[in-house]
């Protein structure tokens, strides 16, 4: 209402955190405080046969150790996504209730120490003697005993979907694209590791954790404990980075909890980086198989899109193949399967776009393919097969915005004129091509009524709070904006309050609906103080603006004034001094709309990149990347733009640099430590663009706001793939792409270069 | 020893020894000190004007950060980026001598193709030492006896049954300053690194090349790899080949094919060994062209 809504207001949370005086969960200082190192397994399988922790107490400093013959029970607790707003383990296994080892990494001790360095020495003198059994830790392992589960995703999707007749739409198709595709596994990597600090009074525990959702983490701990919520407090301001990993709520959060209960002190846990490979869920390892029929021109009549991958012994996850990409195209036919391989590996989770920046890019490579194999521009192939209507469904849009994203990102980009012959582009050594794909990201309702509470001062001042936390993201910024403009204030007179379990619920920010979600409940909430107040205001006969309609009454800057006369008014300081009110209060809340909402649910975009392949070499830059997204109305661009640039960089990394490798015979990951796990660095970022579609949208809450959290992802990587093809000519089915899938395809020396050569494609 | 593969019982802090001075020697050599931080190097004049390669070389290691607090002799002794070595729990060979090698059949894609033996193929990780090797420079250090010069291809061992054994200096040995001789073909010298990420990260493959043409032929060439052996690798036998040839990427394939012909890769590494050829190519190519890369 004030107009704030919409600005390109920078972080309100950017000086705390550049002065450093925004204190993470590892930052908390509190007296007495112990240090605690989990011990993991060495092995993938088997049990441990012994273990002697004589020598580790006797250390100095340590003030105890659990393993798994003195550490309490814990309640079973089904896992469901913290989307849903209950208790959300990131696996229904917990670590110490027994001697068996189900993975490597898997804790079997925990060491708490009076410093951190003393802990982290005791972890090394725990003797455990293992009796190891075979392990299955890659999809080749364990591919004959692939089965086919019924639920994935934390038992919130089906793992089989099916449209109309597949076989029908093969018949029907003049061309067939078959495509495999292989991809590593990837770990998020939030620079801030996973960190809890526990601390007991009496029965009340209070805990600091790094964590996606505060209120996931009290109901977890809860659960699992068999505690009341009530006697859990969980407080986290800031949070360093997530991508996922700190969606669902892992073992070491409890571990942590029961050893402060075991060394009756204060204790902190920050997982040392190595750990971050085995104690917060992964992308799994899989591989996705596509079947595409189209006719001739280019209208596709059927899409076979199957996956197989891994999860551990105890959970049937996978992250969806074809949510997003069985939506995404008017293809009759549809039909798609997950199967799984039992393994020895933690259960994987939700990791940036999970699901759809893997689905995705398998959709949007076959459909390059495709593309080139008709000679129709990779734009003009969607623009024959997009659909105003959820194909799953029949039912509309919510709101749309595809076709705006095609065009804007294509001016923005430069595709007109594109010479869609590979290798046709040479400048020195490098090889340059362009690729585009279309973006995808799901809105689901899952969760339960948000709410926040707004509280204004008689002074015009407001502090308007909820239990959300900000990781970075700029939920707190953002947040601040709306308050702002619901109760018609400035900004600076807002203070948004939040990271405290004991503040209004507000479900876990995952899945890209923190901004929806949010800011539904906190817009209620301010929208409701206003309307008090503009309520008392026409109704009192000393106010300017007495007798009123009060939907015809706007509020900017504290003052109320009838639209169109800004002189008739006043200021809710007059009123509430009038009045005699020290302040005024509500709460306001928000309830999605039903999951049988006769809306199809998706926020769109188009993704293009430029990149340059040394034409001998095969290394592969990222020149230039376009995104353009139609996310509803968006909140603040600075902050959006942002977070898409991000996702379009993770895209960049998925397709280039991320993967996370079994070492088989020990089933352990070969690469777990940032030295191996490469991601990007800011001299691999190229020329980033990022185009804003606003759309309206009248279902996803009172402000229409989709999401963009993670839809900058999606389609990246798709892009620079089908880019590379274009370069080179040869298209690379597996993630990441490197040089040694290059090499072999590239013709040898510079003779080509020389001779100004164009290699026979034919 | 942060990851416990080191455990020593005492450290002696040597950083204020008087060894970080970067010298020109009359006849055109450099003296180098142990001490002297890698940025310094790197920009030293004399470093910049008469030895490109070698201040290209160190601008492409590490970051920034690293590059200003790490000293050349440290460089020289930084340790392998083997996972498995430091991974302080598998099989290690250099970690643990008799216990096993199991980057042998384990994810070995940044592993050596040269110079490798049946107890260890982790890959020597330097950039700038590649680039002293391809300079003939010498490695000067104190002992408690005596001081030595060591040629710098001597003071890299490989690995053969001792992989624990990576330099032959003795208990108490220390290194003092680092020399390179005058090397007139090194005005015409390049440091090429092909990696996955752009920075801040270890060389795939990395070359460092001079090149004097006398007549169109070569006349001298220095030629040495990194990211491929495990230890900085003079390619000698590419080298003996270009000699007297004619510049030309006919003369740079065969010499680049007989370097690597000695290469024993693994299937995850084998790439390399084209990668290496052509990355040899590239530098030979890029000296004799003002090829742009």
Redesign the interface.
Known sequence: MSGVIGQAVSRIDGPAKVTGSAHYSGEIALPGLAYAEIVGARVASGRITSIDTAQAEDAEGVAGILTHLNMPKVNNVPLLPSLIGGPAPGETFFPMQDDVVHYAGQPVAIVVADGLEQAQHAATLVQISYAETPSITTIDQGRADAYEPEKIFGGLMPAQTRRGNVEDGFAAADLLIDAPFRFAANHHNPIEALTTTAVWDGDQLTLYDSCQGIKAVQLTVAALLGLSPSKIRVLTRYVGGAFGAKAMVWPHVTLTALAAQYVRRPVRLALPRGQMFTSCGHREEQEQHIELGATSDGKLTAIRHHKISITSPFDDWAEPAFGVASQLYACPGFEGVHRLVRGNTMTPTFTRGPGEAVGVFTLECAMDELASELGIDPIELRLRNITDVDPNTGHPWSSYGLRECFERGARRFGWAGRNPQPRSERHGNWLIGTGMATAGYPIAFFMHTQRARAHLYADGTAIVQTATQEFGTGTSTVMTQVAADGLGIGLRDVRFEFGDTDLPNAGSPVGSNGAMMVSAAVHNAATAVRDQLITLAVSDSQSPLHGADPAGVVVAGGRMTLAGDANTGETYSSLMQRHIMSDAEAIGSWDPPPLDTPHGLLTFGAQFARVAVDADLGIIRVRHMVGAFAPGRVLNPKTARSQLMGGMLWGMSQALLEGTHMDTRHGRWANASLGDYLVPVNADAPDVDVELIEVEDHVTGPLGVKGVGEIGQVGAAAAIANAVYHATGYRVRELPIAVEHLLAHLPSGPASAAAGAQPDLT | MR??VLRPGLLVDINDLPLNRVEDLPEGGLRIGALARMSDVAQAAGVVQRFPVISQALLLGASAQLRNMASMGGNLCQRV?C??F??A??PCNKRDPGSGC?AL???N?GHAILGTSDKCIATHPSDVAVALVAMDAVVHTRGPADDRAIPIEEFFLLPGDTPEREHPLEHGELIVAIEVPATPTARLSIYLK????????FA?VSVAAAVRIQDGAIADVRLALGGVGTKPWRARRAEASLVGKLAG?ASF?EAAGQELAAAKPRPLN??KV??AQ??I??AL?TLTNG???
């Open positions: 990851q416990n980026r996972s498995y430091r991974d729990t598998s199991a059949d384990g994810f894609r092909f990696r996955d990420r752009e920075s801040y990260e795939l990427e394939a084998a790439f084209e990668l052509r990355a190519i590239r190519m090829d742009t890369r």
